[in-house]
């Protein structure tokens, strides 16, 4: 049977145990949560839904034991965000719960592939890697499929197509640097290479809007829940039928256009084993820029939110570019300290990758 542990019970954990029972992704699942109530009552309701869904079974506590032989961990886990504050806020603490998390799945699930949820998703995805003991390629994170699906939706609204009809990936980090490859999108049949510069505009116009949606939702009801539940139950679907599909999430990249060494979304194929493959990207020179620059962000931003130490060892962004130099080209960036203006950043102090 097909086993699925979800860690958290929170708003993303229980409509992530929602949508899997909902699609029928499979039928043994198991919560947990730190807060016993929060896991059992959960579980409790999720199971009052058995009349109207295929039969299922479901066990839910605090206990690490109930991951034992889960095909697929998806954790949730997180401390509270307030909704004024930067994913990347989360991050110090929430690198402290993955890595108690990951050890403790490992003992009962070491087969499992692990995909995750838990902000600032791509740098928490890199610490979960590099904690553990499972192949890189069995961890990734959630990443930008629910950029993705955003966009896609309001493209499909936009011109009155369905969203099957959408092909744009977002890339890079699941946060403000995110940006589309535009140059491989197609609106049903139309490359959108081939559309007119205002049609284009138009395009990039939709995308900057559908970035500030998760912002929009969380300063009105504090979290979101309903799409990542979603994306989330998809991709574990992907991992339990091996189907090879396609989606953009946070893998960790170790060559790729040029980028070492950083959890980042680019597209991949999903399969049994998690990441299948990393799919090549032919991008302009703009995407290609978009592309280092969202690596960038992802590595100064989370250095930074957990604290630095400083040490010669620096990242490299680029292969065969000199690490010194990269880091000069990063403390100079205008948009790297308008990213990082929330953080105690000191351009004067080299940063140690610390994730
Ligand atoms: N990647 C995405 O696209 C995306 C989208 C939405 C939310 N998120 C993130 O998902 C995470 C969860 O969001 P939420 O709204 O469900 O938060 P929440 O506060 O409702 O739930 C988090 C749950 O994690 C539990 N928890 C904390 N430490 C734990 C541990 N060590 N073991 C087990 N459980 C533990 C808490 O008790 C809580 O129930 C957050 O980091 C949020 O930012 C990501």
Redesign the pocket.
Known sequence: MRKVSV???????STVAYALLLRNVCADLSL????VK?AEGNGLDLEHCQQFLPPFKLTSG?SYSLCKNASVVVI??????PWKTS?YD?LEQ?ST?IK??MQKIYKYAPNAVVVI???P?DAITQVAINCSKYPETKIF???TA?DTARLNQRLARHYNISTQDVHAHVLGE?GDSSFVAWSGARIGKTAVGSMSKTEQDLLQELFIQTQNT?KTIISQIG???FA?GI?TAELVRAVLNDSNEIFPVSTMVRDYCGIRDVSMSIPCMIGKNGIAKQLPLSLTKVEQTSLARSAETIRACGSHAVGLRTTDEVPSVTSGTDPKRALCRLKMRPWMMSDLRATKYNPQKPMRMLF
């Open positions: 860690i958290g019970a929170g708003h993303v954990g947990v949560d730190l807060d929060k605090s949730t886990a997180s401390t509270q965000q994913r989360l929430n719960i108690e998390i949820t838990t902000n998703v994170g959630t990443g629910l699941h998760g979290h979101t829940s990542i994306v």
